[in-house]
């Protein structure tokens, strides 16, 4: 049994009081917080072993090679890829995704083609796609939820067509908290022969996920949500799809050849990872797989999922709450409106409370505009949140009311 309780002392700042007050910190979905194993390895990375990678012959360079590459092999591991040479790294999910929609969609895409969303997509799940479409005369197609915010299945397989080329959705809205069953859309995707990409930003870190079982053709997300540090994010995709796709960025350590008419490239992952890469972020990432692997991903998705009953539970004492995504089984996010107190408000003045949410549009301005919002506050859950979390919000926005209605 894990003491999930015990865990938030491993998170050196959940103990920094926020304006005096006890850090309820429910804004994992936009950033997760660090455990002192990622915060040393990172000390140790720069302090120990650290030189660029790949290119020197001496032993700092052998060992920063070394300790980047093991984190591949930590990577295939956590969502059970068949190899750790389909493991790209990559600055973030935007970037993942940037390359997926430029690279194969470049080569891929011709006029007329459709690529299929859904509304609840995050920006970094539809712009991309626009852009590409824009280049190439595709058309992006946005299919609707069902009106608690679950996935409506009927309705997403009503809008695949002969055209269908690419399929594009998230593991877990990031603001509906709606996780996707992809095991049956990858069978759509499959039937229609279109690519299937599948943003992991909000899956990856809530539960086990088993790229294999999925049969996604690319899984991608961002090491900072999963506890690890910003500036490093992962693009796995099939061996035999990367193996096609032209480079997206062009520069040092992606080649094989080079002459000034012309360059061959070196085969994946390294035609993807152009440039220095973020050497000791994505050896912190590495260290903050090894962190939650050694708590258990389904440990951490039981844990989660009683704590979202408790949070919603509490939460529904508060008069004039509005849950935004209702879906069964939700995940790692609960959205909410308050009457009619803007989001923004909500969330400065429980901020003197030390609770931090989001609130905002979530980069998921389709969304919003399809529901009638602008906005949403938005609490989410990490490895470290406990009940102590949701009863301080809870009681935090009780104030808001009486603020509000006084
Ligand atoms: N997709 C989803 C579902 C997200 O929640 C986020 C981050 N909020 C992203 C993509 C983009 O991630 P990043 O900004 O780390 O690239």
Redesign the pocket.
């Known amino acids: 049994m894990v003491d999930f309780a015990a865990l938030r002392d491993d998170f050196p700042i959940l103990h920094k009081p926020v304006h005096g007050k006890r850090l309820a910190y429910l804004d994992s979905?936009?950033s997760s917080q660090k455990p002192q194993m990622v915060l040393d390895a990172l000390q140790e990375a720069y302090g120990t072993h650290y030189a660029n990678v790949h290119r020197g012959l001496h032993y700092l360079s052998e060992a920063a090679t070394d300790a980047y590459e093991a984190v591949r092999q930590k990577v295939a591991s956590l969502i059970n890829a068949p190899s750790p040479s389909e493991v790209i790294f990559t600055s973030?999910?935007?970037?993942s995704l940037n390359l997926i929609a430029h690279s194969w969609g470049g080569a891929n895409l011709q006029e007329g083609d459709e690529i299929l969303i859904t509304i609840a997509e995050?920006h970094?799940?539809i712009v991309p796609w626009q852009m590409v479409a824009q280049q190439k005369g595709a058309k992006l197609i946005a299919a609707p939820m069902a009106e608690d915010g679950s996935f409506d299945k009927a309705a997403f397989a009503a809008c695949i067509t002969e055209r269908t080329k690419v399929i594009s959705l998230?593991h877990v809205?990031?603001v509906l908290g709606t996780v996707y069953p992809l095991t049956e859309i990858a069978a759509l995707a499959r039937q229609a022969g279109a690519l299937f990409v599948v943003?992991g930003?909000?899956g990856v870190v809530h539960m086990p996920v088993d790229v294999q079982e999925i049969d996604c053709d690319f899984y991608v997300f961002?090491g900072?949500?999963l506890y690890g540090p910003s500036g490093i994010?992962v693009c796995w995709g099939k061996a035999d799809i990367l193996a096609d796709m032209p480079p997206f960025l062009g520069g040092g350590d992606m080649i094989d050849d080079v002459e000034i008419e012309r360059s061959t490239y070196a085969p994946p992952p390294a035609r993807f990872e152009a440039g220095t890469p973020p050497i000791a972020e994505c050896i912190g990432l590495g260290a903050a797989i090894d962190y939650v692997q050694q708590i258990g991903m389904a440990a951490i998705r039981d844990h989660e999922m009683s704590l979202l009953r408790y949070g919603t539970q509490r939460l529904s004492e508060v008069d004039g709450i509005t849950f935004i995504g209702t879906a069964a089984g939700k995940s790692g996010v609960i959205s909410f409106t308050l009457d009619e107190v803007h989001p923004h408000d909500i969330s400065t003045l429980i901020d003197h409370d030390g609770v931090a949410i989001r609130a905002g549009h979530h980069?998921a301005q389709p969304l919003m505009k399809s529901l009638g919002l602008s906005s949403t506050a938005r609490a989410s859950v990490g490895i470290y949140s406990c009940e102590e979390d949701f009863d301080a919000l809870t009681e935090a926005l009780h104030k808001v009311n009486r603020i509000f209605k006084s």
């Open positions: 979905a936009a973030g999910a935007t970037m995050h970094a799940n998230p809205s990031n943003d930003c909000q961002s900072h949500k994010g980069c």
